[in-house]
């Protein structure tokens, strides 16, 4: 019932046409003062849900969020919508704290963000003035279970807090969390009153998921942001050391990184947080402490340099790439050795043995994703308890073949024949020695010059021997044993290979595809989003997110109409920043004389989404002509196309959601008839309806009055 009235709001202040799934149906139920919780995953929009009603509820909506050093984005982000926000938390002085009181009371914000922790004190501030709260919002709420992975004992006390407020606001919670277990604690431990539930499902498709076995971690890293410079992104190590020696090896080879990790005091991680956030270094090296509420949202790519030790925490710090809803990457670099290091981290943790035991099947399941031959997305779909999911998803690597299986029974038998005739008391580099006839001092001092197998790959390349090794490492044929110098030794699954002369194969990741996107202008806009960013103090994508940038540059709109239909412009946001991107867009498509295709920049009256210098789509021309005015006879004539074809563009359009008006295609007085004539005999096929229509009435009018109606 709220619906238009949210849509509105959605256009005006958050520039945003339609709402994304779940978010018009959360809106309306928590309007309707029914206590609501929403599961979605991370960039599904969560914060619209709690947003849009405090902009449409008399009072003050409090939102209780984890994290006190995202609350001054937060609110800097609504400001620079229009939107009155504030925050209260413990960097406040108190007569900061009571100025802002004050202005709660006179009605200067629609929401106050709230940390857990000092709710005591909030409740007792807010006793002495007067003000009506409709909602309070749980963001990041499974941060109140233990069983979740974030656990915050001070969000046990929100559930005290809520019930001191008279009356009893409505509650909202959102959590991106999967695990049953975590949300039925959640509506239990926050007392939610018989919640109105929307799930969304975990699908995140603008991500592609990749793993890569036994690749060479650095080489890996260093190649892949080459091709990304001006990409932000996160890598994920899985300890401290890790993240400072990665951290200097990509400093030192020239690009800008910065790193995370609860080693670093508070400040240094509150400064390369803000570093990050402002894009003044692309590159974020991090444990697992960085990222909870991250809210940037043009993170194109998460790295995991290993494997994490379950799949929902894979999932969860994998999803902060992409929010924006742009194409990002989440690539899983695994070894086989790595699965030693979250062994360590349980076996030392104080838990009871069941906890641990449930724990080492969590981190089996981990493994199984990176050897799984099925589609990625479907693997993590399932783990997470949904059912119908696609066979293949078309965008991970599984599915896109990114890696080839070569065959290497051959050199594989040579290489664990080595390893057992030295004993297994040696490191890889000696072994591939020995494989290469080295005659360096310690093969000769050692003798192992009179192996077998000395001398024996003496044609093959290190390189490659090298990555053979580590290939058989991580599919489990060899061990590297921990110890400082550590040694290889075979496992029984190389010996039982070995015994039964099976074959061998190994994946070997196809070269990456250069990108040649013309980009020139969306860097003209980053550069300027860049700069304003300094001038306002705001972080980069609170200005505007890439998606905006990007369909900027893709439209080209050069009128502040135009502008305003962009995604993402709201009318403050076009107040205050048109003018300075426009102008650097009319510069650009007058210094390159461009001609935009017809109607490019407009969404309501024209095709979308036409990339510059890309082959317009052939039923967006067909768009235009109609738009033109044109018939459909008319518009085949002057495409030379059958008149089925045009019929088919203007279907194709509709499906896009483009604006075609249907009624022209139905002739008056038709449209009763055609739906008499489906009633019998269905929807599904077009001739028997038009087998028992009057003649006159066409295909079209049929295709017509079933797009109309939504019958397919
Ligand atoms: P979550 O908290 O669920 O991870 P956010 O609330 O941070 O997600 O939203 C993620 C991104 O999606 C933000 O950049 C936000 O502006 C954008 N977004 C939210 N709602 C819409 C919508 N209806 N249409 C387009 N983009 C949206
Ligand atoms: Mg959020
Ligand atoms: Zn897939």
């Given at each position: 019932?709220?619906?238009?009235?949210?849509?509105?709001?959605?256009?005006?202040?958050?520039?945003?046409?339609?709402?994304?799934?779940?978010?018009?149906?959360?809106?309306?139920?928590?309007?309707?003062?029914?206590?609501?919780?929403?599961?979605?995953?991370?960039?599904?929009?969560?914060?619209?849900?709690?947003?849009?009603?405090?902009?449409?509820?008399?009072?003050?909506?409090?939102?209780?969020?984890?994290?006190?050093?995202?609350?001054?984005?937060?609110?800097?982000?609504?400001?620079?919508?229009?939107?009155?926000?504030?925050?209260?938390?413990?960097?406040?002085?108190?007569?900061?704290?009571?100025?802002?009181?004050?202005?709660?009371?006179?009605?200067?914000?629609?929401?106050?963000?709230?940390a857990p922790e000092g709710l005591d004190n909030i409740n007792y501030l807010f006793r002495n003035i007067d003000i009506k709260i409709p909602l309070v919002a749980i963001d990041e709420a499974h941060c109140v279970s233990k069983w979740g992975h974030d656990f915050r004992p001070s969000y046990r006390k929100i559930n005290d807090f809520i019930n001191n407020i008279n009356p009893r606001p409505t509650v909202l919670a959102c959590t991106a969390t999967a695990t049953d277990l975590v949300q039925k604690d959640i509506i239990n431990l926050l007392a939610l009153n018989s919640p109105n539930v929307f799930f969304t499902g975990f699908n995140r498709e603008n991500l592609t998921l990749k793993v890569f076995r036994g690749e060479n971690k650095d080489n890996f890293i260093l190649d892949y942001i080459d091709n990304r410079k001006d990409e932000s992104g996160i890598i994920y190590t899985s300890t401290r050391a890790e993240t400072e020696q990665l951290s200097n090896l990509l400093n030192k080879k020239g690009y800008k990184s910065g790193i995370y990790h609860a080693g670093l005091d508070e400040s240094t991680r509150a400064e390369m947080q803000e570093n990050f956030m402002y894009d003044n270094f692309n590159i974020m090296v991090a444990t697992n402490a960085f990222g909870m509420g991250i809210d940037k949202s043009n993170v194109r790519y998460v790295i995991h340099y290993a494997i994490p030790k379950n799949l929902e925490a894979y999932y969860q710090e994998a999803g902060r790439a992409g929010r924006d809803g742009e194409p990002s990457e989440c690539v899983l670099?695994?070894?086989?050795?790595?699965?030693?290091?979250?062994?360590?981290?349980?076996?030392?943790?104080?838990?009871?043995?069941?906890?641990?035991?449930?724990?080492?099947?969590?981190?089996?399941?981990?493994?199984?994703?990176?050897?799984?031959?099925?589609?990625?997305?479907?693997?993590?779909?399932?783990?997470?308890?949904?059912?119908?999911?696609?066979?293949?998803?078309?965008?991970?690597?599984?599915?896109?073949?990114?890696?080839?299986?070569?065959?290497?029974?051959?050199?594989?038998?040579?290489?664990?024949?080595?390893?057992?005739?030295?004993?297994?008391?040696?490191?890889?580099?000696?072994?591939?020695?020995?494989?290469?006839g080295s005659q360096n001092q310690k093969i000769l001092r050692l003798g192992l010059n009179k192996l077998s197998t000395y001398n024996l790959m003496v044609n093959y390349d290190r390189k490659f021997l090298e990555e053979v090794v580590n290939k058989l490492i991580a599919d489990g044929y060899l061990l590297m044993t921990s110890e400082q110098y550590p040694l290889l030794k075979l496992t029984s699954k190389a010996k039982i290979a070995l015994k039964n002369k099976e074959s061998i194969f190994i994946q070997i990741r196809k070269a990456e595809k250069v990108r040649e996107e013309d980009e020139t202008l969306f860097n003209l806009l980053r550069a300027l989003r860049k700069s304003m960013s300094q001038e306002l103090n705001l972080p980069p994508y609170v200005i505007f997110p890439d998606s905006t940038l990007k369909e900027l540059s893709s439209r080209l709109p050069l009128t502040e109409t135009e502008f305003s239909e962009i995604k993402g412009v709201g009318k403050n946001k076009l107040e205050k920043y048109g003018d300075r991107f426009l102008e650097v867009i009319k510069n650009y498509v007058g210094e390159n004389g461009i001609i935009r295709n017809p109607g490019t920049a407009s969404s309501k009256s024209s095709a979308k989404e036409t990339v510059m210098g890309e082959k317009v789509k052939s039923y967006y021309e067909t768009y235009n002509l109609y738009k033109e005015g044109m018939t459909l006879e008319?518009?085949?004539?002057?495409?030379?196309?059958?008149?089925?074809?045009?019929?088919?563009?203007?279907?194709?359009?509709?499906?896009?959601?483009?604006?075609?008006?249907?009624?022209?295609?139905?002739?008056?007085?038709?449209?009763?008839?055609?739906?008499?004539?489906?009633?019998?005999?269905?929807?599904?096929?077009?001739?028997?309806?038009?087998?028992?229509?009057?003649?006159?009435?066409?295909?079209?009018?049929?295709?017509s009055v079933i797009c109309k109606h939504n019958l397919i």
């Open positions: 019932m709220y619906r238009e009235k949210t849509l509105s709001l959605l256009k005006n202040y958050f520039g945003y046409e339609n709402f994304k799934k779940g978010q018009g149906e959360a809106i309306n139920s928590i309007a309707s003062g029914n206590d609501t919780f929403v599961i979605m995953p991370t960039g599904g929009g969560k914060s619209l849900c709690y947003q849009i009603p405090a902009l449409l509820l008399d009072g003050v909506t409090l939102v209780i969020s984890p994290l006190i050093s995202l609350m001054k984005d937060q609110v800097d982000g609504l400001n620079s919508l229009g939107i009155g926000a504030t925050f209260i938390n413990s960097t406040l002085s108190k007569a900061e704290v009571s100025e802002r009181l004050i202005d709660i009371s006179n009605d200067k914000y629609k929401l106050v963000y709230l670099l695994f070894n086989n050795k790595d699965i030693q290091t979250q062994k360590y981290f349980i076996d030392n943790s104080p838990m009871d043995e069941y906890k641990k035991s449930q724990d080492y099947n969590n981190l089996r399941t981990m493994v199984d994703y990176c050897y799984t031959q099925k589609c990625l997305r479907k693997f993590i779909l399932e783990y997470f308890g949904e059912k119908e999911t696609e066979d293949s998803c078309n965008n991970c690597s599984n599915c896109i073949n990114e890696n080839e299986l070569k065959e290497i029974t051959t050199e594989a038998q040579m290489i664990f024949s080595c390893v057992y005739r030295a004993e297994e008391r040696y490191g890889v580099n000696t072994i591939i020695d020995i494989l290469k008319e518009i085949a004539k002057s495409r030379n196309l059958t008149s089925t074809t045009i019929q088919k563009h203007i279907m194709d359009c509709v499906l896009e959601g483009l604006d075609v008006n249907l009624d022209d295609f139905i002739p008056k007085h038709s449209e009763e008839a055609i739906l008499e004539a489906i009633k019998k005999v269905g929807a599904e096929k077009l001739r028997p309806i038009k087998d028992i229509l009057p003649e006159d009435i066409d295909y079209m009018a049929i295709k």
